[in-house]
Nanobody
Framework: QLQLVESGGDLVQSGDSLRLSCRIS???????IAWFRQAPGKEREGISC????????NYADSVKGRFTVSRDNAKKTAYLQMNSLKSEDTAVYYCAAVRTILTVGCELRESAYPYWGQGTQVTVSS
């Protein structure tokens, strides 16, 4: 059973940067990785994903240009670099994974990902 553990969540000021990590147990090379977030009272939102090979990414409009997703398969870790944080970025952030043969294209649908972490809290104060 694949396990994902997020870390790096914190309380920061508006305009600050933060990097989240997602440590994955098991084989990572054949997995697409995605990041989701859920703000209080809102549905979970897919914000970024990365194909099994570096180069294929997808971002939600709400984070495009501010967030960058990356992966280090040797370290079995995915990252979400978040810059220019805003109060509306406050949420619990989750990473998710799916085994795939695709090397281009990834989805931001929750139902596409069977493996999930427990989440890490990011709070941005204005």
């Amino acid at each position: 059973q694949l396990q994902l553990v997020e870390s790096g969540g914190d309380l920061v000021q508006s305009g600050d940067s933060l990097r989240l990590s997602c440590r994955i147990s098991g084989y990572m090379d054949d997995k697409a990785i995605a990041w989701f977030r859920q703000a209080p009272g809102k549905e979970r939102e897919g914000i970024s994903c990365l194909t099994r090979r570096i180069g294929g990414t997808n971002y939600a409009d709400s984070v495009k240009g501010r967030f960058t997703v990356s992966r280090d398969n040797a370290k079995k870790t995915a990252y979400l670099q978040m810059n220019s944080l805003k109060s509306e970025d406050t949420a619990v952030y989750y990473c998710a994974a799916v085994r795939t043969i695709l090397t281009v294209g990834c989805e931001l649908r929750e139902s596409a990902y069977p493996y999930w972490g427990q989440g890490t809290q990011v709070t941005v104060s204005s």
